[in-house]
């Protein structure tokens, strides 16, 4: 069975930092890409960034410069640097992974809210 789950959201002032964690269970955590989306109240959820098995990286456009994703494959862990935050960052933050058959797999979501 797949869990993901995420921790380290919370309440920051603009400017300030936080780092989200995602464990991973049940997946061959190496071979899988993994990404955190965001999802803010009443918006669509987004990409934030992905990183693959290799560990390339991808990020949204609003976060490039400012967030760095990276893994753990010992610790069989994903991680979300966000530095310089603004209140248009506040959302709820998922990790998400794909399986071979094409399957998205979603953690709970940890909230984070930036004040200005």
């Known amino acids: 069975q797949v869990q993901l789950v995420e921790s380290g959201g919370g309440l920051v002032q603009a400017g300030g930092s936080l780092t989200l964690s995602c464990a991973a269970s049940g997946i061959i955590f190496s071979i899988n890409a993994m990404g955190w989306y965001r999802q803010a109240p009443g918006k669509q959820r987004e990409l934030v960034a992905v990183?693959?098995?290799?560990?390339?990286?991808t990020y949204a456009v609003s976060v490039k410069g400012r967030f760095t994703i990276s893994r753990d494959n010992a610790k069989n862990t994903v991680y979300l640097q966000m530095n310089s935050l603004k209140p248009e960052d506040t959302a709820v933050y998922y990790c998400?992974?794909?399986?071979?058959?094409?399957?998205?797999?979603w953690g709970q979501g940890t909230q984070v809210t930036v004040s200005s």
């Open positions: 990183i693959g098995s290799t560990g390339s990286t």
């Open positions: 998400s992974t794909r399986d071979s058959r094409g399957y998205d797999y």
